[in-house]
């Protein structure tokens, strides 16, 4: 079958960056630009606000903000909807096909993981956090554990993940929870992956748990961040 050239394309499209037909630069050219991609990962667990998203982006301007999440919506990646009362604020999510960058950006995050030059001390947002917990899984050790349901809350903000045959879908908001730690994503991050034991982190006042520790004991267990790629 013959290909022919495309003519209806998008505003967000018509301006090429790369004379090439690989997906992987039109890629680029949808989310390529600097905070387009992490702010796809904000929104990849449910509607933000203007605020909340430039709130979970340090060092992010207002101003390229706003560029960005108009590029995104020329690009039918995310779209604006105005809640219902008594909120009625505006919001941005992802649309279907927006969501469907989860696997992309968790393929990428567990590339760029192992680079010598990855630094895991610097800050972490609440959705990357949780967009990292689904990545790392081990979930050949994960078939082998019982369901369970496991809360977080990070400051305003909270979520719910249940691990159930290997998966561990994530929701955000508030739910009953088998385990549940408040905390910070990036003290969580220091729990996950650095294996700070509870108590400790109870100790010195890094985090409030509540629940069954053996359990969650277990679920740390399932992560560990990938060996570094050696440079050759």
């Known amino acids: 079958m013959k290909l022919e050239k495309v003519t209806n394309q998008s505003k967000a499209t018509t301006k090429r960056w790369y004379d090439d037909a690989c997906g992987t630069a039109l890629a680029m050219e949808l989310v390529g630009e600097r905070w387009a991609l992490l ?3 904000e929104l990849m667990f449910g509607p933000r606000r203007f605020g909340e998203l430039k709130a979970s982006l340090t060092g992010i301007s207002a101003n390229v903000l706003t560029q960005r999440l108009e590029g995104l919506e020329r690009a039918h990646v995310l779209k604006r909807r105005k809640l219902p009362p008594p909120a009625s604020v505006q919001v941005y999510e992802l649309t279907s096909w927006g969501y469907e960058a989860e696997e992309a ?6 590339w760029a993981a192992r680079s010598p030059d990855h630094d895991p ?3 972490l947002s609440s959705a990357s956090m949780m967009l990292s917990l689904r990545t790392m899984i081990d979930r050949e050790k994960a ?4 369901a369970m349901t496991i809360g977080f809350t990070f400051g305003p903000e909270s979520f719910v993940g249940r691990l159930a045959d290997g998966d561990l879908p994530i929701v955000r908001g508030e739910g009953a929870a088998e385990v549940h730690f408040a ?5 969580m991050a220091n729990i996950v992956y650095g294996k700070w034991p509870i108590e400790e982190a109870e100790a010195e006042g890094a985090l409030v748990f509540t629940g069954d520790r053996a359990k969650a004991r277990a679920f740390i267990d399932l992560f560990a961040l990938p060996p570094k790629a050696k440079v050759e």
Request: aromatic content about 0%.
């Open 39 to 41: 702010i796809v990962r």
């Open 105 to 110: 950006i968790k393929a990428l995050g567990a």
């Open 121 to 123: 001390t610097l800050p």
């Open 143 to 146: 078939r082998a554990l019982p």
């Open 183 to 187: 905390t910070t994503a990036r003290l």
